[in-house]
């Protein structure tokens, strides 16, 4: 279990390792797996996130060049996010079999009637006011940079964008990650790994300045996520909040002036 947890915040740091650590994992959960060893789970846990990092290695450089508009329903960002999500969720769902959990483990479960609703709140309110202050809200992140959007068409791509990053994240993180590690070594142990590890996937050269502080506030974020998912046995509203944040996100990616 240490050693796997290592092996992706490495792989979180270190660009260059995520493809060979995806390989052993995937080789190692095979062989534990075929052997019925219960210890398969512990690397079964981050291969979905693995999945994600070799996928911002390989296609998220070409979808974030890519020749789209940043207001067309099929800019390039969107798109590959949205395949991106597909195929987590695939995966997800798939290892879950291979190893016995269910979906209602990993918070893929409606929550009470308040709360859902609630979270159909979080996401009408804040992804509007994120679009109109997303200036202020990327300059700490990106820097004070240049962006040309036309609005309204722009919000079918941004949520697009941020709906498939908002599931895929919370999915792998808060869901596979936190709910399959709990199994083996109880809530916190594994709350306490995921957030290092969402807050480590958060690092590089892309932010404006040192990316220290970015890493640290997303640590604490993944922690506070997962506390509202145990409090709520749901992914949703934790996933209400990340969409409505992460369209900030998709302008800064696509609407840049470079």
Known sequence: MVMAGALTVLAAFVQPARLPILAIMVLGFALLWRRG?????????????????????????L???????????????????????????VLVLGLGRLIGVGRAEIGLRWP??????????????LGPLAVLSFRSLAAPFFGALDYAFALPAVLVPAMVF????????????????LG???????????????????????????FAGSSVPVV???????????IVVRRTGSLLPIIAIHVALDVPLYLAIACRIT
């Open 37 to 61: 060893s219960p210890i398969a789970i512990a690397l079964a846990a981050p291969l979905p996130i693995l999945a994600t990092f070799a996928w911002g290695v390989t296609v998220s450089p």
């Open 180 to 206: 399959w590690t709990a199994r083996l070594v109880g809530f916190w142990p594994a709350a306490i790994a995921q957030a290092v590890i969402f807050g480590a996937a958060h690092s590089g050269p892309g």
């Open 112 to 125: 009470s009637m308040a709360v859902g609703a609630l979270s159909v709140g979080l996401v009408v309110v």
């Open 162 to 177: 941020a709906l498939a990053n908002g599931v895929l994240e919370e999915l792998v993180y808060r869901g596979a990650m």
């Open 63 to 89: 979808a974030e060049a890519g020749p789209f508009a940043c207001e067309s329903p099929f800019s390039a960002p969107a798109v590959a996010r949205l395949a991106e999500a597909f195929g987590g969720l």
């Open 216 to 226: 640290v506030a997303m640590g604490v974020a993944g922690l506070l996520a997962a």
